[in-house]
Structures are given as structure tokens and as C-alpha cells.
Nanobody
Framework: VQLVESGGGSVQAGGSLRLSCAASGYTNIYTPACMGWFRQAPGKEREGVAAIDSDGRTSYADSVKERFTISTDTVHLQMNNLRPEDTGMYYC???????????????????WGQGTQVNVSA
């Protein structure tokens, strides 16, 4: 399984970016139970940002609610009203296990992309 992120870049506060995660290496009948987006700022731990499961159920970190939207079909993360604290490396992750109650935990995911950098200036 390969996950490739794209769409990162540099924007000013209040701007928007749309991240994409292209997944390959598995058949359509054996799809991930959950796809998630995580981010990691310099000197900080990786944190869960948003997740979506195979039924379309979504969940978000409190810090991004009402600003970020996750969707399927090449898993996208639409990020609006970006803040400087949103700066970091953003990673796409895939899980084949039923782990929805812990969608925010890195340990719940089986595969990771290499990340795409997001920089938000004040």
C-alpha cells in the first residue's frame, strides 16, 4: 500500500489549502476501514487532525472543527481559515482495523504517506 500526499504550500492566515491523499496497492474489495490526516509541528508530537471511515463517518480534532473538512475519493482535506498554529507536516494514514474510537492515535494506523508541508504565516 502506498499513500502519496499533495497540496501543501505556504499561505497567509485566513487562507485555504486542499490536501489530497492518493492511495494505491490494494483492491477495491479490500479497502481501508479508516483514512486519517495527522500533522506534526517542529518539536511537537504528531496529532490527529481528521478521519473518515468506510461508512463516511467523520471526526475532527477540536482545534480544526468548522474549518477543516475531510472527504473520500482520493481522500481530501479542505482547510479553510488557516491559522499560524496549523503549520506543520501533514500526513495521510490508512487503517484496516476497526479502530474508530481511537482514530486520533497514530498507533491505530497501518500505513503512512511521506507528508506534505503546510506553512501558514501571520
Amino acid at each position: 500500500v502506498q499513500l502519496v500526499e499533495s497540496g501543501g504550500g505556504s499561505v497567509q492566515a485566513g487562507g485555504s489549502l486542499r490536501l489530497s491523499c492518493a492511495a494505491s496497492g490494494y483492491t477495491n474489495i479490500y479497502t481501508p476501514a479508516c483514512m486519517g490526516w495527522f500533522r506534526q509541528a517542529p518539536g511537537k508530537e504528531r496529532e490527529g487532525v481528521a478521519a473518515i471511515d468506510s461508512d463516511g463517518r467523520t471526526s475532527y480534532a477540536d482545534s480544526v472543527k468548522e474549518r477543516f473538512t475531510i472527504s473520500t475519493d482520493t481522500v481530501h482535506l479542505q482547510m479553510n481559515n488557516l491559522r499560524p498554529e496549523d503549520t506543520g507536516m501533514y500526513y495521510c494514514a490508512a487503517a484496516w482495523r476497526n479502530m474508530w474510537d481511537e482514530w486520533y492515535s497514530s498507533a491505530s494506523y497501518d500505513y503512512w504517506g511521506q507528508g506534505t508541508q503546510v506553512n501558514v504565516s501571520a
